[in-house]
């Protein structure tokens, strides 16, 4: 039992080494999309909005992370409130992948009918859902369309 159980234990550990090279690689690769975020001083409803980013830009916002907030508030007017590109379909980002980063404003998501979020610039840039027919600005983005990846390793397919 000795020699095998020390086996399985190289094994394995060799598996996880190769696990966390491809993660980091994977990280790096996709971590660093060149997306561009467009300020658009246009009031529209927020399909028009994700229209109008799809024929001109590539989609509406997807904000991944504080500093890609941070971006953003950048770009909108003090106090601004912005449409980004979040709705209430299981909190999926205009391009179809779930969030997995939120920046809710306190006492937020509410449970009502209102499903599209924008960014209110007067609450440090916290998100807020609001009604779809509402006319606000809005943030584009072009670049790539930001993804989510999970790598599952199986350690039990290791034998000893």
Same mark, same amino acid.
């Given at each position: ?6 086996? !399985?234990?190289?094994?394995?550990? %060799? ?8 993660? =980091?690689?994977?990280?790096? /690769?996709?971590? &660093? /999309?060149?997306?561009? !975020?467009? !300020?658009?001083?246009?009031? +529209?409803? #927020? @399909? ?12 509406? =916002? ?27 379909? &299981? #909190? %999926? ?8 980063? @939120?920046?809710?404003?306190? &006492? ?9 979020? =924008? =960014? ?14 509402? +006319? ?25």
């Amino acid at each position: 039992p000795g020699p095998s159980r020390n086996l !399985f234990l190289l094994q394995r550990d %060799k598996c996880e080494s190769v696990l966390s090279v491809v993660t =980091a690689l994977l990280s790096g /690769l996709f971590s &660093g /999309l060149n997306e561009t !975020f467009i !300020f658009i001083n246009i009031s +529209m409803k #927020w @399909t028009e909005a994700q229209t109008y980013c799809r024929d001109n830009h590539t989609d509406l =916002a997807s904000v991944r992370n504080l500093a890609e907030n941070q971006k953003i508030q950048d770009l909108v007017p003090s106090q601004g409130i912005v449409w980004i590109g979040l709705f209430r379909d &299981g #909190w %999926k980002w205009s391009h179809g992948t779930h969030s997995s980063f @939120t920046n809710w404003k306190q &006492g937020e998501p509410k449970l009502s009918e209102e499903t599209c979020v =924008a =960014a209110n610039f007067s609450a440090d840039g916290q998100w807020q859902v609001s009604h779809c027919q509402d +006319m606000r600005p809005f943030i584009c983005y072009t670049g790539k369309i930001p993804f989510t990846y999970s790598l599952h390793v199986d350690f039990s397919l290791i034998h000893p």
